[in-house]
């Protein structure tokens, strides 16, 4: 069932080759991987997980003609996910290879495809798409790149005051130029970012003090949430006196590919059916642990699951019951 404000997801979905190793190899090394798939990821992750949570999730995004578009369109339309954008037919989607350790880390080489040349009037038709009471999710990713991250930029930048703009800023947020990042900081209605994300933009510190000092750098009404893994998250919410400690859910993780995608997605999913702030986070906090009890990087949790997980008190504040 379809609760709340539309999800759209103005980035990147591309394809994920998931490789377990035992370890990383060294330079110049080789190691043999112990298993392999092949997924829709990226973007993916955070619109199935706002999906499985009752949201209306639409992609914003590009994808070409090739087996990893396919891929990425027979995996969006088994979710109930939809598109803005037509299939490109001068190329297929990018794809990103996924070293999955005995720890369950992961580390990432991404090598894109027509995702990374939009046009003009793709950026306009995705402006256009977005509807008051929206969701945009925006990824560092899609700003990284040399033909998208301008565009994209001016497109956040002219958005309506009636539609929420929430970033992640991602792994590459450093190489951002800062003519196409701080536009779309100014705009920026949640910022969400892991620990050393956090810290390539507030500096050194501790995530408590990171999310203060990115809270600081937002327009008045922002919010701001650094994800901590295992121990949760740190949330400075519109209206609060500083930044507060959200408890996470320790588990055993076999891997945590897509867990930050997961934790978004559940987030803005029940921020837009209402839920506030701190108890959103919560709920994401849960999603994300779910998360990686399972292989695969798409693999947030339903509502059902969700809500058995937390029990009934927390799932009825939430509106899972």
């Not at 092949?38 to 619109?47: D, E, H, S």
Request: glycine share 14%; proline share 6%.
């Amino acid at each position: 069932m379809t609760a709340g404000s539309r999800v759209l997801l103005a980035g990147n979905v591309i394809a994920d080759l998931v490789i377990d190793v035992p370890a990383l190899p060294e330079r110049g090394g080789d190691v043999i991987g112990t298993r392999t798939a092949l997924y829709a990821g990226g973007g993916f992750n955070t619109l199935t997980a706002a999906r499985r949570l009752g949201a209306e999730a639409v992609y914003a995004g590009l994808h070409g003609t090739g087996p990893y578009g396919d891929l990425v369109r027979a995996s969006l339309a088994a979710e109930g996910i939809g598109t803005v954008l037509p299939v490109r037919q001068d190329g297929d989607t990018g794809f990103c290879v996924a070293l999955v350790d005995g720890g369950g880390e992961r580390t990432f080489v991404t090598s894109f495809g027509v995702d990374a040349r939009m046009t003009p009037a793709e950026a306009e038709a995705v402006g256009a798409a977005v509807r008051p009471g929206d969701l945009l999710q925006l990824s560092g990713y899609g700003l990284v790149m040399d033909v998208n991250g301008p565009l994209l930029s001016r497109t956040v930048a002219a958005l309506a005051d009636d539609v929420r703009v929430c970033f992640d800023p991602g792994p590459l947020v450093a190489d951002i130029p800062a003519e196409v990042l701080d536009p779309v900081l100014a705009r920026t209605d949640w910022l969400s970012c892991n620990a050393r994300e956090a810290r390539l933009m507030a500096g050194p510190g501790e995530p408590r003090e990171a999310a203060a000092v990115l809270c600081g750098r937002l327009r008045d009404g922002a919010g701001v949430l650094v994800r901590a893994d295992k121990d949760g998250c740190w949330l400075a919410a519109p209206g609060s006196a500083g930044v507060v400690h959200v408890p996470g859910f320790p588990v055993d993780a076999v891997d945590s590919n897509g867990a930050g995608d997961a934790h978004v997605g559940a987030f803005l999913a029940l921020l837009g059916r209402g839920v506030p702030a701190y108890e959103a986070a919560r709920g994401a906090n849960a999603a994300a642990a779910l998360a990686v009890t399972r292989r695969g990087p798409a693999t947030g949790p339903t509502s059902a699951e969700l809500a058995a997980f937390l029990g009934d008190e927390e799932a009825g504040v939430l509106g899972l019951g």
